[in-house]
């Protein structure tokens, strides 16, 4: 099960400098109210990934990732749903926790979202100065839909 906070990241220059970064492009073979099916290609490695709510909250989901060839993904991307992701990640660490920052390209260029995966939905964390509002659960920010552009 994936435990996850979402927030904006309303000045990039604010955050500090990651312990790495990474090219992600992830497109959707299915994705509505039960389940998102998506392929992701994270620099040179490739990963099919099923996630399912378990509540209406937005916090937490099921969640299946198995890593796949990346020229099976690269072929499956052809299959999916109109529309693909692409993003910088950045993995920062604040008070022992890693932070995952995106930072996304066009046609949402000027989007950044930070997130931080949870060991248990109502585990306390000191927010890092330089996130901003909580979007967790709003379907706004979810990345299966920023396709619909």
Not at 12 to 28: F, G, K, N
Request: with cysteine; glycine share 4%.
């Amino acid at each position: 099960m994936e435990i996850e906070r979402k927030f904006l990241v309303p000045d990039l220059s604010a955050v500090p400098t990651p312990e790495r970064t990474s090219h992600i492009v992830q497109a959707y073979l299915r994705a509505d109210s039960r389940a998102v099916v998506r392929i992701r290609i994270l620099d040179e490695q490739a990963f099919l990934c099923v996630k399912s709510p378990t509540d209406t909250s937005g916090l937490s989901r099921d969640e299946y990732e198995y890593p796949i060839p990346l020229e099976d993904a690269k072929a499956m991307m052809s299959l999916c749903l109109p529309g693909e992701i692409e993003k910088q990640r950045m993995l920062i660490r604040h008070e022992g926790l890693c932070w995952e920052v995106d930072v996304f390209s066009s046609p949402h260029e000027g989007l950044v979202i930070a997130e931080i995966e949870l060991s248990y939905p109502d585990q306390q964390i000191n927010l890092p100065p330089w996130v901003g509002k909580e979007v967790t659960g709003d379907p706004q920010y979810y990345n299966a839909n920023l396709i619909h552009v």
